[in-house]
């Protein structure tokens, strides 16, 4: 039989043969997502040098021969690390900082959570944002919930006291909780201990993970397994994951991951900082165990990862002359020096490949060096660009999309402040810090004096040796007029005295 069709029907078939295939065509799947964040990790904890010389050079220096971190040193490589990434100096300010995009004057929560009580100390500030994150926050992993993501946090959380929102990771859009929960240090290191219900510290035991109770694993290592879990369940779904890697590792009580204690037994170092470079090391296995996970899945391509520490350094190593675990940085953690808030931050591809499409939109330098400020800020706006999520009509951030940066490029619209608002008692007392570029300046509250400034040159002199406060009074005036700007546009709360709040005094 002769069939004969007319030129109109064929037409008509193939217009609709196109536009079917238009329709059908997939859009590139959303990139997956991991934040690793080490609890106390600062910027000197690491085989990997943070700190440059005056070309730009990485710098080696005594503690970075002393730990050991090979899969950090992976990440370096196919990835960039910045050299001035800035965080709060105590934890729950900079976690709640990650989740928001917002400072920790804008957000509240200036000092770290207590679980059972309001941590304000004596002269902290009646109304600071002790309860934490809520349910009616804008969070990430909310927004990323919302359009379609599995969201998984792993270990600690932190984000609010026992029974307050906070206290569930599941209230400030998680999907999955694995060990969260309102303590900010684990009751143990030891299965044999059941992480706290056992043995240790008690009222500080880690939830939800009963299946490794007296088993001889460490914690380190139990939540590397459950984000394993997480990562291929998501995958069963065929969700892109958001993974939350939040180690208790390396906050106290500094028990020693027998994995790696004979790699330290020579070192000339305590028994407690030995413990401590194991509880690195472990992160670092931990680091590898996940990225090679991924890779595994076949998923490398599309997964992102940012490393960092939620403020400086704690570890157990003695004080001179007030330079310590972060030396040749000044202070550790809760101090107003560098030390306190220096931290490392590598963003990489879990496998480099510039084809990929997710890729191409936020290409990362391999082996590269970002000089030019950063911090925890701008986590969420970088990784709410690359997913194209948005962030709700007049939603303040506070921090810069890091795509220049990260393509090797220096962002010239960004004004390079960090301010970090501290009004309570910790290592440093009641201060202000705020970095702008070269400089820096504190200003201390003195509930009982006259208050008082530190202004330092922080391109001539990095490590802080040389208080310029009393011979450049025209700069002090200078950064105290713009840390006096910073704090007034994010309504900060100041320390108090007798119901009298401690205002600036700015310096004649």
Same mark, same amino acid.
């Given at each position: 039989?002769?069939?004969?069709?007319? $030129?109109?029907?064929?037409?008509? !078939?193939?217009? !609709?043969?196109?536009?079917?295939?238009?329709t059908t065509k997939k859009e590139p799947t959303p990139p997956n997502i991991i934040v690793f964040l080490i609890d106390d990790m600062g910027l000197m904890?690491?085989?990997? @040098? $943070?700190?440059?010389d005056a070309k730009g050079h990485p710098e080696k220096f005594p503690l970075n021969d002393f730990y050991i971190t @090979?899969?950090?040193?992976? !990440?370096?490589? +196919?990835? &960039?690390?910045f050299t001035n990434f800035y965080a709060h100096s105590v934890c729950s300010p900079s976690r709640t900082?990650?989740? &928001? =995009? +917002?400072?920790?004057?804008?957000?509240?929560?200036?000092?770290?959570?207590? @679980?059972?009580?309001?941590?304000? &100390?004596?002269? =902290?500030?009646t109304n600071w944002n002790w309860k934490g994150l809520t349910k009616a926050s804008v969070t990430l992993p909310k927004l990323l919930q919302q359009n379609g993501y599995k969201t998984i946090h792993v270990g600690k959380a932190h984000f609010g006291p026992m029974d307050s929102d906070g206290?569930? @990771?599941?209230?400030?859009? $998680?999907?999955v909780n694995i060990g969260g929960s309102s303590i900010g240090q684990p009751g143990s290191y030891l299965g044999t201990e059941g992480f706290g219900h056992t043995g240790g510290d008690k009222p500080r035991a880690v939830p939800g993970l009963e299946k490794y109770h007296g088993q001889d694993i460490f914690l380190t290592e139990a939540l590397t397994l459950e984000a394993n879990l997480a990562i291929s369940q998501a995958k069963e779904e065929g969700k892109p994951f958001f993974l939350n890697m939040s180690h208790y590792a390396v906050h106290s009580p500094f028990y020693s991951d027998q994995r790696f204690a004979q790699h330290y037994v020579n070192s000339g170092k305590s028994k407690d900082a030995q413990a401590y470079a194991t509880l690195i090391e472990g992160m670092d296995k931990s680091l590898g165990d996940i990225l090679q996970h991924v890779k595994d899945l076949g998923l490398g391509a599309n997964t992102i990862i940012l490393f960092l520490g939620d403020n400086g350094s704690d570890a157990p190593l003695p004080i001179e002359n007030d330079y310590s675990s972060s030396s040749p940085l000044k202070g550790k953690k809760g101090n107003h020096w560098e030390g306190g808030m220096r931290v490392? $931050?590598?963003a990489a591809w879990v496998s480099p490949n510039d084809q990929a499409s997710n890729q191409k939109k936020l290409p990362i330098a391999q082996n590269a060096i970002q000089e030019q400020l950063g911090s925890i800020l701008d986590i969420f706006p970088t990784l709410s660009h690359l997913t194209n999520v948005s962030t709700p009509k007049d939603y303040i951030m506070d921090g810069y999309d890091l795509q220049d +940066?990260?393509?090797?490029?220096?962002?010239?619209?960004r004004d390079e402040i960090f301010l970090n608002h501290f009004p309570h008692a910790h290592r440093s007392n009641y201060f202000t810090s705020l970095v702008k570029s070269d400089w820096k300046i504190v200003y201390h509250y003195q509930p009982e004096s006259e208050p008082r400034y530190e202004l330092f040159n922080l391109k001539e002199d990095p490590f802080e040796a040389l208080d310029l406060s009393d011979t450049n009074p025209e700069q002090l005036k200078m950064m105290m007029t713009v840390l006096? +700007?910073?704090?007034?546009?994010?309504?900060? !709360?100041?320390?108090?005295?007798?119901k009298h709040t401690l205002e600036l005094v700015m310096p004649k």
């Open positions: 039989m002769n069939l004969r069709i007319p $030129f109109s029907a064929v037409a008509m !078939l193939i217009l !609709l043969c196109t536009s079917s295939c238009a904890d690491t085989s990997v @040098p $943070f700190i440059t @090979p899969n950090m040193e992976k !990440l370096a490589e +196919q990835g &960039t690390r900082s990650i989740m &928001t =995009g +917002q400072n920790s004057a804008r957000h509240g929560v200036t000092n770290w959570v207590h @679980p059972e009580s309001n941590n304000r &100390t004596e002269f =902290g500030p206290e569930n @990771p599941l209230n400030i859009g $998680f999907d490392p $931050f590598i +940066q990260l393509n090797g490029k220096e962002n010239k619209n006096s +700007q910073e704090l007034k546009s994010k309504k900060a !709360l100041y320390p108090e005295k007798y």
